[in-house]
Every structure is written in C-alpha cells, then in structure tokens.
C-alpha cells in the first residue's frame, strides 16, 4: 500500500492567525502549489489524484489550455467592465451559450457569481414574479430537509440541515419538506413507492400551508448531501405536474449536477423534467474563474422585459458578468459543444460505473448518474465516510466523505487509466474502513 506523508517538515507559514479558513486547519490541510490535467501538488511535493474535480468543478482539469487563453486574452483586453453602464461579448455569448444548452423553454440567463447567489436570485425571481402576476402574498418557499443550496443566508435558510442552525433563525417564509430518499432511509419506504408519496406530501404540504401563499420550490435532482441520493424515476415529473397544478414554481438547484455531469447538459434532459428556473454553476467555468447562471424560462423572463428583448434583473453584484468570468465561462461552454465531451463524458461512465460496483461490492449501495458517483456505505459506522476519505487522503486520493458515504465526481479528461487507479485506491481504503467485502 502506497501512503502519503500527511505531517511532513511544515511547508505552512509559522503565523496563520490573518487567514480564516473554509474548514477547521488540521494536520490534514493541504497548502496546494500546482496543478496538471486531474492530479495536484502541494508545497511539500506531495502528489493527488482528484476525484472530485476539485468540488465539481474542474471539468476539464486543471490546465485546460483554451479556457486559461480565454481568460488570458480578456484580461490583457478587458479585465472589468462599467456594470452600470452596460456588459461585454463574452457575456452576451455566454449567455446565449448557455441558453442553447438548456431544455426547450429555457430563453434568458442571468449571469452571477457564485452558486449561492444563483439560489438567492431564483427565490428573488419567484417572488417577483408573483408579484408580478398580482400575487404579492406568494412569498414561501419550499426546500428539502437534508438538501443543500449554499453558504449565504438565504440559500442557507432553504438548506435543510440541523446544523446550520448555529446563525440563528433563517430566511422567513421557508418550508421544508421530505425527498424521496430520505423517506426510505428513515420510514423504510420501498423505493418503488417513495417517489409517489414524496411528492403526494409535498402536494399536502402546498395545500396546508395554502397555495396562494407558496412561490417555488428549490430542489437538487440529485442530492449531494445524502450520497448523492438519486430520485425515483418518475418522481420529479410527479412535482412538476404538482406545481403546475397550484401555479408554483418549479426551481432545480443545478450547481452540482449541471453542466455534463449527469451525461447531458443539466440533469433537467436527464430526467426528461423542465423546470420554471434553472440554477447551475461549478463547472461552467472550468474552474477558471467564480462564476454561476440563473437560468429562466420564457414566461418566467417575460416579467423583467419585452417578450424577444432584452430582460433585466436587478440589483445585483459588481463582479456578476465580470468579462473574465464570462470569457472563462464562453470556452467551457464552446468546449464542452464542440469536443464531443457528451460522448466522452458516456464513454468514461461507462468505464468506471461497473468497476466502482465491483470494487465496493457489498460494502455500500452504489448511485450513479453520469460522472457523478455516491456510495452509501453499509458498514464502518456512522462516521465512516470521513473515516473512508481520510483513508483515500492517505493514500493520495482526494474524494469527499461525510456521516456514511462518499462521492465522487471524476473530471471529464481523467483517462482510463487514471480511473482505474481512483478506484485500486479506493478498494485499498474501503479494506481498511470497512473490511474486505467485495
């Protein structure tokens, strides 16, 4: 078993007092220095492979050349743009882009920053629009218990988690509701009927609280956060129908599963399901630059302009549409189209899909979209997904882990090979972790 050093001569500096970190420094962070294709260095010299496309981000590795002369270009061109005197062509075209990608009905893309913004500015555009349509009073929003939407107030109010309770009370007018997978997980609901009450309660639930009074509903196709727990497959058609039925919104929190994850586009043409907004992020930079995208359909665009124009929303953030942003975005996108990566995307899944199942055997229930992989572990106890990451970590495989699963989300360029390697890796930590059950 090959290991990594995780507590080498500190390449840290001596006083880390000026920085915050995104989690808890531990001997286990790492000080990165440089990356090429799907492995990365840190300042000790030490090598990873990265399964997880940063946090599925770097679609094309680490050292896409288009999209790093996109940007290159911008910048020597122009960096930033007066945002209230007007945009640039890369936004434009970008915008366009990623119109075309999206489902049938999908017209206008607002242009942001990250994918917590994305969120907030879906709930912002559903209340508008109901307002809009002489509707004030429909200002609820419901969001699952156990999703995920991000880090800012608001899409951490729709976050259904109990541990964000620590910021105190979240956004008024939230309410959360149960996914299928949960139904299962905690009421031993067979899964050929979980679909069908999950959404019959979330009908019950509009109902209840009235649904002159409910805007939208903010959900994930696929839910990072309970191991990547997939939907039945005729449960969002059910919550489509459901909305329609009541006049709410239907808004999917794409910023994981989108952008060629899934194996097309968005998740949205996965499931043959259209949402009414269409929140995606991550990926569509490749990485290079914070970017994200609220995307709308006809009639929900109709309220910020002439049907045909041009549309606008506002307020919004001085860096949202930033030309660098959007030139990085524009060669993603441009890449993503014209290199075959759909089918490249379907070749590498099926490669690895069948390997990963072998590998994990008995010991966890595999789900698979695309290039986007959960294990929820059967064993190893309740912490056994961290247990599992750090035990990839040590052997120079970065994935994520958390309670019992993990996930992976490989990135589009990782070769046969490199798989391969991912997952003699992976089998190695699940030996240790959990026993030798494949």
Same mark, same amino acid.
């Given at each position: ?227 990547? &727990?997939?939907?039945? !497959?005729?449960? /969002?058609? #059910?919550?489509?129908?459901?909305? *329609? $039925?009541? =006049?709410? %919104? ?77 030139? &990085?975005?524009?060669? !993603?996108?441009? /890449?993503? #189209?014209?290199?075959?990566?759909? *089918? $490249?995307? =379907?070749? %590498? ?90």
């Amino acid at each position: 078993m090959t290991t990594v050093d995780l507590a080498p001569p500190s390449v840290w500096p001596q006083d880390l007092s000026a920085y915050c970190f995104e989690v808890p420094h531990s001997e286990r962070s790492l000080l990165f220095a440089s990356g090429k294709g799907i492995r990365l260095t840190d300042a000790a010299g030490r090598e990873f492979l990265d399964a997880l496309s940063g946090v599925f981000v770097t679609c094309f590795g680490y050292d896409c050349e288009p999209i790093a002369q996109a940007v290159t270009d911008q910048l020597r061109t122009l960096p930033f743009n007066p945002p209230l005197h007007g945009t640039n062509h890369a936004a434009l075209e970008l915008a366009r882009g990623l119109v075309d990608l999206a489902p049938a009905g999908i017209t206008a893309a607002k242009l942001v920053n990250g994918g917590s913004e994305s969120v907030e500015a879906a709930v912002r555009l559903a209340r508008l629009y109901h307002r809009a349509h002489g509707n004030p009073d429909r200002v609820k929003v419901l969001s699952y218990y156990h999703g995920y939407h991000g880090a800012t107030y608001g899409s951490l109010s729709l976050t259904g988690r109990p541990d964000v309770s620590r910021f105190g009370p979240g956004l008024p007018g939230i309410v959360h509701v149960w996914p299928p997978d949960c139904l299962e997980a905690f009421w031993d609901v067979p899964r050929e009927s979980s679909g069908a009450l999950a959404a019959a309660m979330i009908e019950r639930t509009i109902e209840a609280e009235g649904p002159e009074s409910v805007a939208a509903i903010v959900m994930e196709p696929v839910i990072h956060l309970r191991g990547m &727990a997939v939907p039945p !497959a005729d449960y /969002l058609a #059910r919550v489509r129908e459901i909305c *329609d $039925r009541h =006049g709410v %919104l239907l808004v999917f929190d794409e910023i994981v599963t989108g952008f060629g994850r899934t194996g097309q586009p968005f998740a949205a043409q996965t499931f043959g399901v259209t949402p009414d907004i269409l929140c995606v992020g991550k990926g569509i930079s490749g990485g290079f630059a914070p970017l994200a995208a609220v995307l709308m359909g006809e009639h929900v665009a109709a309220v910020l302009g002439e049907a045909g124009g041009p549309v606008s929303f506002a307020p919004s953030h001085t860096y949202a549409a930033n030309p660098m942003a959007a030139a &990085a975005g524009l060669a !993603a996108v441009t /890449l993503f #189209r014209e290199d075959g990566y759909p *089918d $490249r995307i =379907g070749t %590498l899944a099926a490669h690895v899909e069948p390997r990963l199942r072998a590998v994990v055997g008995g010991r966890g229930t595999v789900r698979a979209l695309g290039l986007l992989y959960g294990v929820k572990l059967t064993g190893g106890g309740e912490d056994a997904g961290e247990r599992l990451a750090s035990a990839c970590l040590d052997r120079g495989l970065i994935l994520r882990g958390q309670d019992d699963w993990v996930v992976l989300a490989p990135a589009f360029v990782t070769t046969p090979d490199e798989a391969d390697r991912i997952l003699e890796i992976l089998g190695d930590a699940l030996d240790e972790v959990c026993g030798d059950g494949r």
